[in-house]
């Protein structure tokens, strides 16, 4: 029969589904495609098909009583996820009867069908719930109140086991508020809830508490006491508790009389996979509750172990008991001697003969899957040839490869880096039906996350996997959002990208938001990115992801600045202090230091006004002395010197933190461009220095060169330039002489600066010259390129409590009257 079209499977699979079908060529696809199980969550217009119009909305007003179908899932999601965003954005939630409605079915739907719940699923069933219980609508007598009955499918459904996870801590935490919610409503817990609670404990971590509860607990009552054992067993391996988990056992094995043989297939298949040969062993040899012996399946877990680890005589010891029971075993275990006749001789010719003998005498159900299994074995021992031996000898013997076979050898070309080998297996993969286990969805979403990143990304096959993900309803990692996000943000396709996160990121823990959020912000970075292009991104990043903390806002603010684009700069600071009061996007002290140095490095005088009007109505931060010394330098560079001085320098000193080193060499920058008083300004702050025996360090002598040199004062800075060894015990530099240069005004008192240092220091000179000059074009002066730049980061000079104002007052009090003189 011929194998129908990847085109026409994905049309029938639209009708079935009632959904248009949308090609993957389509550029629309990822925001025209509403996800199954995800509603919008970023702020959007609403809109309305001319069907809905005619036959109504179809969305159903109550969940009670309805089929446990994906649509209806997604809306009971959906409801979860309006909440969360009402709690962002400050808007009204959900009614009670709504969410109360959503949690019984979302966790009855979920147990109906046997489906662990997702992470994001638990996630916004505990706000929910939590919610829920601050309005007194658990185990209440309010109308709409959870039930025991829903506490019960709520513990249920969390119960079921997760194999592809170690520990849930998440489930634990869910579980625990419906545990402490009989307490707090003075309940007895009841006993049929106990089974549950104990799995969840077994498997989240918490594996001894649950043990000693099933200490308590007759082996007869309840009726599945075994199999609670099995999970608290499964849960010591888990947590690496040996000595109790040997412990356990011999308890089990007192307590029921003996392993039944299905337990000790689970067991040894823990230390199996574990290659724990030893412990495997001894659990293998342990007595039964039965004369049946070890299953056949115990024996395959047992025989590929030693296989793994190198143990030929045992393996061959084991091979030869599997094949005795082989023709008799109602499971598939064919795979497992294959396996074995692969390891010990993989010459094709041999090896398809003992397979085709296998085959004969095997009365199971033997598929492609039992192929695949050695295929695996194969390809994680990268050996690929005896991998396509075996596809061979499969097909040969009426076998088809199936679409497991080709998501290992697309996760072995992964491994491996051969991406374009990839493309190709995947393009045979679409013609398969996909495993039913889900086995793919991880591989997919890695090859997923590759494509994405990939310096020339393929398009049109990246839409493919992401259509083929959507369309079974799977969970797309975060690491593969990121993917998709970085993809759309390269291409310029915000509008696909804002469709994408409108249906998606909701639904994402906070430390998954984080992984796709910093995507956005190296993006924003990007200096080879357009303003306008990072700007856009911006916007959409501060819709999707309104958590993201102040500090991880800052260097996108920065970004900003350095495209000297201050007003886009301070519109991203209006829009962190625009956040409600307890957000943590909210600027600190920190950001509004950083904002008033982003405005000095880009002489913003209008961004100063605003951030600083700001600042006086924000009454969460305190004005401190590193954001007073960031005010200083945005008036210095906005050449308001005096108001840096007057305004925050000596209020610095006036205040209780006190001043840092950068204070005073921030104060004398100011000095520098204020005529006339910044000579005699510059002298005062060295002379208060002095009389409390300050350091005075070379980057701050040199500042204060330039303060002096700025009021044209020649002479002076000569002398201290002369001085410098005897003052501070360092010489002069080129920096000292470029500062001279740079700060004294006029081009003609610079000549006379270039004259002088020329004779006086012609090594420094000739090395200043090496620093490159540029030219003011508007006042026809010249400058050295020498970084003058003040480092506003440094600690207080004083400790907490040590800093005493009135000193200061004193100093200035004497210092002053020599003002009226001058």
């Known amino acids: 029969?011929?194998?129908?079209?990847?085109?026409?499977?994905?049309?029938?699979?639209?009708?079935?589904?009632?959904?248009?079908?949308?090609?993957?060529?389509?550029?629309?696809?990822?925001?025209?495609?509403?996800?199954?199980?995800?509603?919008?969550?970023?702020?959007?217009?609403?809109?309305?098909?001319?069907?809905?119009?005619?036959?109504?909305?179809?969305?159903?007003?109550?969940?009670?009583?309805?089929?446990?179908?994906?649509?209806?899932?997604?809306?009971?999601?959906?409801?979860?996820?309006?909440?969360?965003?009402?709690?962002?954005?400050?808007?009204?939630?959900?009614?009670n009867g709504e969410l109360t409605d959503a949690l019984k079915f979302l966790f009855a739907a979920r147990l109906e069908n046997g489906i662990p719940l997702t992470r994001n699923e638990v996630f916004l069933a505990t706000e929910s719930y939590k919610h829920l219980q601050e309005r007194d609508l658990v185990l209440s007598e309010n109308a709409g109140s959870l039930a025991e009955d829903d506490l019960a499918s709520i513990l249920s459904a969390l119960a079921l086991q997760s194999p592809k996870e170690r520990f849930r801590s998440d489930v634990r935490a869910l579980a625990e508020l419906v545990h402490q919610s009989f307490s707090t409503a003075a309940s007895r817990f009841p006993e049929p809830l106990q089974s549950a609670y104990i799995a969840i404990l077994a498997q989240t971590g918490s594996a001894l508490?649950?043990?000693?509860?099933?200490?308590?607990?007759?082996?007869?009552?309840?009726?599945?006491?075994?199999?609670?054992?099995?999970?608290?067993?499964?849960?010591?391996?888990?947590?690496?508790?040996?000595?109790?988990?040997?412990?356990?056992?011999?308890?089990?094995?007192?307590?029921?009389?003996?392993?039944?043989p299905k337990f000790q297939e689970e067991l040894v298949e823990l230390f199996a996979k574990a290659d724990r040969?030893?412990?495997?062993?001894?659990?293998?040899?342990?007595?039964?509750?039965?004369?049946?012996?070890?299953?056949?399946?115990?024996?395959?877990?047992?025989?590929?172990?030693?296989?793994?680890?190198g143990q030929m005589n045992l393996a061959e010891e084991l091979a030869n008991e599997l094949s005795a029971r082989v023709r008799s075993s109602p499971d598939d275990v064919i795979g497992t001697l294959i396996l074995y006749h692969a390891a010990r001789d993989p010459r094709f010719e041999e090896l398809r003969q003992l397979i085709h003998s296998l085959l004969q005498s095997n009365q199971g159900d033997v598929t492609m899957d039992t192929f695949n299994n050695v295929i695996e074995y194969a390809l994680q021992r990268n050996n690929p040839t005896?991998?396509?031996?075996?596809?061979?000898?499969?097909?040969?013997?009426?076998?088809?490869?199936?679409?497991?076979?080709?998501?290992?050898?697309?996760?072995?070309?992964?491994?491996?880096?051969?991406?374009?080998?990839?493309?190709?297996?995947?393009?045979?993969?679409?013609?398969?039906d996909m495993p039913s286990d889900n086995f793919d969805i991880p591989i997919l979403n890695r090859f997923l996350t590759t494509l994405a990143f990939r310096p020339d990304p393929n398009h049109e096959l990246?839409?493919?996997?992401?259509?083929?993900?959507?369309?079974?309803?799977?969970?797309?990692?975060?690491?593969?959002?990121?993917?998709l996000c970085h993809h759309f943000l390269h291409r310029g396709e915000i509008d696909e990208l804002t469709g994408l996160l409108r249906h998606r990121i909701d639904l994402y823990p906070l430390p998954e938001r984080a992984r796709v959020s910093q995507i956005f912000i190296d993006f924003i970075q990007d200096t080879s990115i357009s303003t306008q292009r990072a700007y856009n991104a911006y916007d959409l990043f501060r819709h999707a992801f309104p958590e993201t903390p102040c500090s991880a806002r800052l260097p996108i603010l920065q970004s900003f600045f350095d495209r000297k684009r201050p007003d886009l700069a301070c519109a991203i600071f209006s829009h962190m202090r625009q956040m409600e009061a307890d957000s943590p996007a909210r600027p600190n002290a920190a950001a509004y230091q950083k904002c008033f140095e982003g405005i000095a490095q880009n002489r913003d005088i209008d961004?100063?006004?605003?951030?600083?009007?700001?600042?006086?109505?924000?009454l969460s931060v305190e004005l401190t002395t590193h954001i007073r010394?960031?005010?200083?330098?945005?008036?210095?560079?906005?050449?308001?010197?005096?108001?840096?001085?007057?305004?925050h320098f000596y209020k610095i000193m006036d205040s209780r933190e006190g001043p840092t080193y950068s204070s005073f060499e921030v104060a004398l920058r100011a000095c520098e461009t204020w005529p006339p008083y910044g000579s005699f300004e510059a002298r005062k702050i060295i002379a208060i220095m002095q009389s409390w025996n300050l350091e005075i360090t070379k980057s701050l002598y040199d500042t204060y060169v330039g303060a002096i040199a700025g009021q044209c004062e020649f002479e002076s800075a000569v002398e201290l330039i002369e001085n410098m060894e005897r003052d501070i015990g360092e010489p002069p530099d080129a920096f000292t002489i470029g500062t001279f240069y740079n700060a004294i005004p006029w081009?003609?008192?610079?000549?006379?600066?270039?004259?002088?240092?020329?004779?006086?220091?012609?090594?420094?000179?000739?090395?200043?010259?090496?620093?490159?000059?540029?030219v003011d074009e508007e006042f026809e002066v010249k400058y050295f390129k020498i970084d003058r730049s003040i480092d506003i980061d440094d600690e207080p000079l004083f400790k907490e409590g040590e800093w005493r104002p009135e000193i200061t007052r004193a100093k200035q009090a004497e210092i002053e009257p020599l003002r009226l003189e001058v």
Not at 278 to 304: H, R, Y
Not at 756 to 773: H, V
């Open 386 to 432: 005896l991998a396509d031996a075996l596809t061979q000898i499969a097909e040969s013997e009426g076998f088809t490869p199936n679409g497991k076979t080709y998501a290992l050898r697309l996760q072995h070309t992964l491994d491996q880096h051969h991406f374009r080998e990839a493309e190709q297996i995947y393009s045979q993969m679409l013609n398969e």
């Open 629 to 647: 010394n960031g005010i200083m330098l945005a008036y210095i560079a906005c050449q308001m010197p005096w108001q840096a001085i007057i305004d």
């Open 462 to 483: 990246l839409m493919r996997v992401v259509d083929s993900l959507i369309e079974r309803d799977a969970d797309i990692t975060a690491e593969a959002l990121a993917g």
């Open 1 to 95: 029969m011929k194998r129908s079209s990847h085109l026409t499977r994905a049309v029938f699979r639209a009708l079935i589904a009632n959904r248009p079908y949308v090609p993957p060529e389509c550029l629309q696809r990822a925001a025209l495609r509403n996800a199954p199980t995800l509603p919008p969550s970023i702020n959007h217009l609403q809109k309305r098909t001319f069907f809905e119009f005619l036959t109504g909305d179809t969305t159903p007003k109550s969940l009670e009583g309805s089929r446990a179908t994906p649509k209806n899932v997604e809306v009971a999601v959906g409801r979860l996820v309006d909440l969360l965003k009402a709690k962002k954005t400050r808007s009204r939630p959900p009614t």
């Open 277 to 309: 040969i030893w412990d495997a062993q001894k659990v293998f040899g342990m007595s039964l509750d039965s004369n049946a012996g070890p299953t056949p399946k115990c024996i395959a877990f047992m025989l590929e172990m030693s296989l793994r680890v």
């Open 209 to 260: 508490e649950a043990r000693d509860k099933l200490r308590s607990i007759p082996a007869t009552a309840p009726a599945n006491a075994a199999s609670l054992w099995l999970l608290t067993l499964k849960g010591l391996f888990a947590e690496a508790r040996d000595r109790e988990f040997w412990k356990a056992l011999e308890e089990f094995d007192e307590k029921f009389g003996g392993l039944p």
């Open 747 to 774: 081009q003609y008192r610079k000549d006379e600066v270039e004259q002088w240092a020329k004779q006086a220091y012609p090594e420094l000179w000739q090395e200043l010259r090496t620093f490159g000059e540029e």
């Open 607 to 618: 961004g100063l006004q605003t951030i600083y009007n700001m600042l006086k109505l924000d």
